[in-house]
């Protein structure tokens, strides 16, 4: 009895739709299907734009920071570069796109992004005894929403289907 399948005696058709389900399977693999955490996402993706609108420190808005309107040191310009790349930009492109590697690098990255916020306020907080100002509204929330979404990402990206 021959025990090949009806596609490997050579018929082309069969072998071409193998092939075709076999890369549809590895385009299914590589997506995720967030669900209701992607409407939590995109709030924490919006958290992050408002808190780039607010003030950081003083009256200096987050967005002035990131273009280098302004100058306060480089931690609070390395929070806001770290939370537009992983909280906004990759946020929003794992979000369009469900792919799982981006959702994954949004984990990451917005956990890094959740440190250097952290590390910003706190360098700000310790400094305030000297005259300098302390963290703004605009920062706080930032922190919140990077957090925030390290952890809806890290859920996200966990649960791949």
């Given at each position: ?11 082309g058709?069969l ?8 890369g ?27 808190g780039l609108?607010?003030?950081w ?5 987050g967005?002035?920071?990131?273009v ?7 931690l ?14 990759t ?19 917005s ?28 920062l ?7 957090a925030l979404?390290?952890f ?10």
């Open positions: 009895m021959n025990e090949k399948a009806p596609w490997e005696h050579g018929g058709e072998s071409a739709l193998e092939s075709e389900l076999a549809v399977a590895r385009r299914v693999e590589r997506r995720i299907d967030p669900g209701v955490a992607a409407l939590v996402a995109a709030v924490g993706v919006l958290a992050v734009v408002g609108l607010l003030p420190v003083g009256s200096t808005a967005w002035q920071l990131l280098g309107a302004q100058y306060l040191g480089p609070p310009r390395l929070s806001t570069i770290t939370a537009t790349v992983f909280g906004l930009v946020g929003v492109l794992a979000l369009t796109t469900r792919l799982w590697a981006l959702a994954w690098v949004s984990a990451v990255g956990g890094i992004a959740t440190v250097n916020g952290i590390w910003a306020i706190w360098t700000r907080q310790t400094g305030a005894f000297e005259g300098i100002d302390g963290p703004g509204p605009g706080i929330l930032t922190v919140l929403a990077t979404l390290t809806t990402w890290a859920k996200i990206s966990l649960q791949r289907r």
